[in-house]
């Protein structure tokens, strides 16, 4: 069965600092990967997306994760934190039936980010 | 560019009610996808539908029942309502038929937030 588990449930990272936000997925296949970010009582803003092309996909906001199916990884980074980081991000995989299926959420990542 | 739009954003109701949700998907998708967040919560997969016929089901409870229409706008219609139905509802919606950029991701709308007192 396929899985999403993201490492951290929170995660506080100071403004202008790097930011790390790790998931691990399971799959018998090599799935579609996305991260989303939700903003406090907002809906899901898709942040970037890895569809078996380039490794290393760039999303919007300076947001940027690396596919690594040795370590079976799609750890999000970000350079610098900026306080309108501050928010809820889920890491989610394409669920089964391939490109038909539904999206298998983790648990969710809250990112804060102090002055 | 245009997005998912669902209505209404909020809702109240009573135990036992009914209540339908609305979502209308970004043109030319022909896919739509309902989603449950409880408090707390990741989102939870329910229902999904392509070209108006049922696509997927995941956990959505008997109680519960949607479809999507000519126009492809779909409609949740949610039956003798219960506390823990009080969630965040959202729908999504793509574009399966054809090939190309973005033919493979699921657009989210604002979402429905739905209190059963």
């Known amino acids: 069965a396929q899985s999403v588990t993201q490492l951290d449930s929170h995660v506080s990272v100071s403004e202008g600092t790097p930011v790390l936000l790790r998931c691990n997925y399971s799959?018998?296949?090599?799935?579609?990967l996305f991260w989303y970010v939700q903003h406090p009582n907002k809906g899901l803003q898709l942040l970037l997306k890895?569809?078996?092309?380039?490794?290393l996909v760039k999303g919007i906001n300076g947001f940027e994760a690396e596919f690594k199916k040795s370590e079976t990884s799609f750890h999000l980074t970000k350079p610098s934190a900026h306080m309108s980081d501050a928010a809820e991000y889920f890491c989610?995989?394409?669920?089964?039936?391939?490109?038909?299926?539904?999206?298998?959420f983790g648990k969710g990542t809250k990112l804060s980010v102090k002055p | 560019a245009a997005g998912v739009i669902q209505s209404p954003r909020h809702l109240i109701k009573e135990k036992r009610e009914t209540a339908t949700l609305k979502c209308y998907p970004i043109?030319?998708?022909?896919?739509v996808y309902w989603y449950q967040q409880g408090p707390g919560q990741d989102p939870q997969f329910l229902i999904s539908?392509?070209?108006?016929?049922?696509?997927d089901k995941g956990s959505i409870p008997d109680r519960f029942s949607a479809q999507q229409f000519s126009d492809y706008h779909s409609e949740l219609n949610m039956s003798s309502l219960e506390l823990g139905d009080s969630a965040l509802y959202f729908c999504?919606?793509?574009?399966?038929?054809?090939?190309?950029?973005?033919?493979?991701?699921?657009?989210f709308g604002p979402g429905t937030r739905l209190t059963v007192l």
């Open positions: 890895y569809t078996s092309a380039a490794t």
């Open positions: 043109p030319r998708h022909d896919t």
């Open positions: 989610v995989a394409q669920g089964p039936g391939g490109s038909q299926g539904n999206l298998i």
């Open positions: 799959s018998s296949y090599s799935p579609s």
């Open positions: 539908f392509y070209e108006k016929m049922q696509s």
């Open positions: 999504a919606s793509r574009r399966r038929g054809g090939q190309g950029e973005g033919t493979d991701t699921q657009y």
